[in-house]
């Protein structure tokens, strides 16, 4: 595609429910990243893939939150027994490999009620 | 750890003046330096990538300066206009072999005609 798409641009769930974010990347980037956005802050790293394997999962916060990229494109972030403190906007870039130019979709805003 | 300041953290300036964002980080050893801009709500869009054997980019107006051994960028933005009021974040990636963006907080900046 001619960006980073992610989707929904919006997602309002209830405490302790799941939910499931997606992000399609740029066509041939084989880089791809999730990041959280709070209110007033900068994004925070949360995952890193490189083709289909996670190469840096350091920034997840806990065992709730789990991202797949099973055939090296489209990436889902899944996040269980959702909590008030998870909602941010979270944002999904890619590159065409590590440490190059980074592109961001339009994020996604989680809200937990 | 790498840690990324921007100062100032809001800047309201008259239309047509040149202006400067600052930016720092506390570890050397990048890749690149990437300068994005937000609008209110939405992704991060991509203005310029100084690589670390890099001491400036130019796109338009802008024009990003990197001064790696001391941990400083600027950013430059001639004859501003309304249209760039947004949030300037600056990012560095690469710190101790680490693919992953760090960002700082950002300078929300405003345009005034």
């Known amino acids: 595609g001619a960006g980073v798409s992610q989707t929904p641009s919006n997602k309002v769930t209830e405490k302790g429910k799941y939910v499931e974010l997606r992000c399609d990347p740029i066509s041939g980037h084989t880089a791809l990243y999730w990041y959280r956005q709070s209110l007033g802050q900068g994004p925070e790293f949360l995952i890193y893939f490189q083709g289909t394997g996670a190469a840096d999962d350091s920034g997840l916060p806990n065992d709730r939150f789990f991202a797949v990229r099973p055939e090296g494109s489209v990436s889902t972030l899944k996040i269980q027994r959702t909590e008030r403190g998870d909602s941010a906007v979270y944002l999904c870039?890619?590159?065409?490999?590590?440490?190059?130019?980074?592109?961001f979709g339009q994020g996604t805003r989680l809200t937990v009620v | 750890k790498q840690e990324v300041t921007q100062i100032p953290a809001a800047l309201s300036v008259p239309e047509g003046e040149n202006l400067v964002l600052n930016c720092s980080f506390t570890?050397?050893?990048?890749?690149?330096l990437q300068w994005f801009r937000q609008d209110p709500g939405k992704g991060l869009t991509s203005l310029l990538l100084?690589?670390?054997?890099?001491r400036e980019q130019t796109s338009g107006r802008l024009n990003a300066s990197l001064d790696k051994s001391s941990g400083r960028s600027t950013l430059y933005i001639a004859a501003s206009q309304p249209g760039d009021s947004a949030t300037y974040l600056c990012a560095v990636d690469g710190a101790s072999g680490a693919q992953k963006l760090v960002f700082g907080q950002g300078t929300r900046l405003t345009i005034n005609p």
């Open positions: 870039a890619s590159s065409f490999t590590g440490n190059t130019e980074a592109f």
């Open positions: 570890d050397s050893a990048i890749y690149n």
């Open positions: 100084i690589q670390s054997s890099q």
